[in-house]
């Protein structure tokens, strides 16, 4: 059989390269199509899908979408931003209440639209049920894309999966509605635990939903409208990475490396995503400050890790007891990448962070997690739906201040950690909802060779 990938830059086979090798070691051939084989935001190019398709022996390929800018193209996408701006507007099941979306999906709307959604009569109406039906109706009777017909008939695939699919100005909505017209099987695999309350809304339904978990689909259900017999949990392929992993150096060599004493212990502050705290450097220097004030001698060595797309608000950073590791930003998902924030997590005593995938990384390598609720992101952070799944999970230490943080990192250090239990069941549920031993990555390859033999 042969699984058409319609995703936006390289970033996605990296998270995915475990479930393409699953499905290339049974005999099936698997080909991405791209927007982009570049992704600035992680420095990263068509590297890692080369050296995959050398070594796949004919049964992986892949090419970049021809740009398609016509007028029906931008129609299209100035209704399909209005739909998900309206999608935080609803009264009934909204995606968020966040100030900070809403406001980021108004911004993406086109300029002229932006002004007249600003009047209320206006805003009322798309924020009604009927609006949402008619922008239903406008999707389903627009023409389909050229471009994706002509891919789709020389591609002739047994399987269409898109991914993200809800992101703002999501082309490869394109593709499932010429999959779909064809007798194709289509299906929408979600790509991370925040898309479905942080984006946009479903605009056209494929035949299967593939999600993490069973709050997933509960959200695809009450926000998105998709039946739940359309919708299957599988679990986190782009986190099977972590699990049964073992370090690549002792804890002396990694404390050489990254320049921290390795007679103390250390911690983390996992640093989130410049959408969520664009100017973490102040917060976490006020944060590591009060720590040092109040614990002296006692205070462990604290790591700050970046994260990749808030880098350059590092540079230059220095507070005593503290080493910004790594201090260049690295491709993401490279090999090397991976084993060090491996090492750097497992080595830590603990990590604290405000609202980043990280901590979920944290926790399936078992560490306790720390989370600093602040005034100043509750717009990214207590507001938003996907945040409140981890508090809501109870595996958080939860500091309301700088006085609680430093109470849970004293306790942690000094063996007192009893949140054990509460992260393993929030692993179990939330990311390996099958089973704590079985690889999500072969489960979601035979997932989908089953909606392709809906075809055959």
Not at 96 to 110: D, F, G, H, M, V
Not at 236 to 265: I, M, V
Not at 382 to 408: I, K, P
Request: hydrophobic share 40%; proline share 6%; charged share 25%.
């Amino acid at each position: 059989m042969k699984f058409l990938f319609v995703v936006r830059n390289p970033s996605f086979f990296t998270q995915y390269e475990g479930v393409v090798n699953d499905l290339c070691e049974r005999g099936n051939k698997v080909h991405f199509l791209l927007y982009s084989l570049v992704w600035k935001n992680w420095r990263m190019g068509d590297e890692a899908l080369s050296e995959f398709k050398a070594k796949s022996g004919g049964l992986f390929d892949y090419e970049q979408i021809p740009d398609s800018f016509g007028l029906l193209d931008r129609v299209l996408k100035a209704k399909r931003s209005l739909v998900n701006y309206a999608g935080y507007l609803k009264n009934k099941n909204p995606i968020s209440t966040s100030p900070y979306l809403i406001s980021r999906a108004k911004n993406l709307l086109p300029a002229t639209i932006g002004k007249l959604v600003s009047f209320n009569p206006v805003k009322k109406f798309i924020a009604s049920e009927f609006f949402l039906k008619v922008g239903e109706w406008i999707e389903g009777v627009a023409p389909l894309n050229k471009v994706a017909l002509r891919l789709l008939k020389k591609i002739e695939p047994d399987a269409v999966i898109a991914s993200p699919f809800i992101f703002p100005n999501s082309k490869e909505i394109e593709y499932i509605k010429c999959a779909r017209e064809l007798g194709i099987p289509t299906a929408a695999l979600i790509f991370s635990w925040d898309n479905l309350t942080t984006k946009g809304l479903f605009q056209f339904h494929p035949d299967s939903v593939i999600v993490w978990n069973k709050l997933q689909v509960k959200e695809l259900v009450e926000i998105h409208n998709v039946e739940e017999e359309k919708t299957v949990s599988v679990g986190a392929p782009s986190l099977d990475y972590w699990f049964g992993r073992k370090p690549t150096r002792t804890y002396e060599q990694f404390c050489e490396e990254a320049n921290l004493p390795p007679s103390r212990p250390f911690i983390i502050y996992l640093c989130s995503s410049q959408n969520i705290a664009k100017d973490e450097n102040v917060f976490a220097d006020e944060f590591i400050s009060y720590l040092r004030k109040s614990l002296g001698d006692e205070c462990p060595s604290i790591l700050v890790r970046p994260h990749p797309m808030n880098q350059d608000i590092w540079e230059g950073f220095n507070a005593e007891g503290t080493v910004v590791y790594p201090r260049e930003n690295r491709t993401a998902y490279a090999p090397r990448s991976r084993a060090d924030f491996f090492d750097t997590l497992y080595h830590s005593s603990c990590i604290v962070g405000l609202n980043t995938t990280a901590i979920i990384e944290a926790a399936i390598v078992g560490k306790p997690c720390v989370t600093l609720i602040s005034s100043r992101y509750s717009s990214t952070q207590s507001d938003t739906r996907h945040f409140n799944l981890l508090l809501d999970a109870g595996f958080l230490y939860v500091a309301n201040d700088f006085a609680e943080a430093q109470e849970a990192i004293t306790l942690i250090i000094a063996g007192g950690d009893k949140t054990g239990d509460k992260r393993y069941k929030f692993v179990n549920e939330f990311i390996r909802p099958l089973g704590m031993s079985q690889p999500v990555a072969p489960i979601l390859g035979k997932t989908l060779e089953g909606l392709a033999n809906q075809q055959n």
